[in-house]
């Protein structure tokens, strides 16, 4: 807790507004809304958490995190079929609980939130009933609600599960191709990340990469070490 605090009180001084509260499930720690209030204090205007949504399936949850500060929500749902989420989580009840937690999300317009989609072989034939999801929440929002779909590094655990895991990269393509169109015809803003221009004709302008910038900075400092 004293190193997280820590690094948010630092990354404020050195000119920061917006953090990202990533990795593993944020939502696991108890402190949670301690640290986004912290983050508040320190003046970050945006404060984001990405995660699965098993644990804002409890408004009353949500409610505490938005009481804290909390500003936008990175919502990782790779398919709408609650049948299916239980498996790629390995927990029965899961898949349900995620969905619960887009209701939820949607109800409150105030959340800056995206959907959040891993481009892998069980997911593939779900996009764009993912769309339909998400436009349908949408409508609940009265805003858009973007789809972010992202194809995984061929590297590290994703390479180890091999063909269980992950699908050609034509395939993973033909189906991103085909949830954009279906995307388009519902209103749903979607961007895509680590696919090959090559494999997306016409549709190079939705490639997030395009409108990233990666930065190091040394929190001591407060100076950036290297970005692109």
Request: charged share 25%; hydrophobic share 45%.
């Amino acid at each position: 807790t004293t190193v997280a605090r820590d690094t948010v009180t630092r990354a404020a001084r050195a000119g920061l507004t917006k953090i990202a509260l990533v990795g593993g499930e944020p939502t696991a720690r108890r402190d949670l809304p301690r640290l986004i209030a912290h983050a508040r204090d320190a003046g970050f205007a945006r404060i984001v958490l990405t995660t699965n949504g098993l644990a804002l399936a409890s408004e009353r949850a949500l409610d505490t995190l938005l009481r804290a500060g909390l500003t936008g929500v990175h919502l990782s749902l790779d398919h709408p079929d609650p049948k299916v989420l239980d498996t790629l989580m390995a927990r029965p009840g899961a898949g349900a609980l995620a969905l619960q937690a887009g209701e939820n999300l949607a109800a409150r317009a105030q959340i800056d939130l995206f959907v959040y989609a891993v481009l892998v072989r069980p997911t593939l034939d779900g996009l764009p009933d993912l769309a339909a999801r998400c436009a349908a929440w949408a409508d609940t929002r009265g805003a858009p609600l973007p789809l972010i779909l992202c194809a995984p590094k061929q590297q590290g655990r994703a390479s180890e599960a091999g063909d269980a895991l992950l699908a050609p990269l034509p395939r993973v393509a033909e189906a991103a191709l085909a949830a954009l169109d279906a995307a388009d015809a519902l209103g749903v803003p979607t961007l895509l990340r680590n696919l090959p221009h090559a494999l997306l004709p016409g549709r190079e302008a939705h490639d997030l990469d395009l409108y990233v910038r990666e930065a190091r900075w040394d929190l001591t400092t407060g100076r950036e070490v290297e970005g692109r």
